[in-house]
């Protein structure tokens, strides 16, 4: 079994900064990528970043290409997501996954067997 936790997330202005931490635990952490989502209040969970956790190949979503940059310390065991330049409607809870065999769409959260429980990332105006 995985267990994930994330931390890093709080209260920031526009245009500034933060970095989440996904740490995980339990069995040797191998997955085959590790991913960010987010959620919203009102809103259903979107897909943010995700990493090729071996050859650490990224993919963004559309709204956080050149701002949001994900990566990972596999001897930690830990992958990060530095947001800057952040902005109001980047307010949401963040949760880090695992997808433990190959999907098709990394894009898709049932694409992902493993989930932390989520920091909060408000960002005002």
């Known amino acids: 079994q995985v267990q994930l936790v994330e931390s890093g997330g709080g209260l920031v202005q526009a245009g500034g900064s933060l970095r989440l931490s996904c740490a995980a635990s339990g069995r040797a952490f191998s997955p085959y990528r590790m991913g960010w989502f987010r959620q919203a209040p009102g809103k259903e969970r979107e897909f943010v970043a995700a990493l090729r956790w071996t050859f650490s190949s990224t993919y963004y979503a559309d709204s956080v290409k050149g701002r949001f940059t994900i990566s990972r310390d596999s001897a930690k065991n830990t992958g990060y997501l530095q947001m800057n330049s952040l902005k109001p409607e980047d307010t949401a809870v963040y949760y880090c996954?695992?997808?433990?065999?190959?999907?098709?769409?990394?894009?898709?959260?049932?694409?992902?067997?493993?989930w932390g429980q989520g920091t909060q990332v408000t960002v005002s105006s």
């Open positions: 996954a695992a997808e433990v065999s190959y999907h098709a769409n990394y894009a898709r959260s049932d694409s992902y067997a493993y």
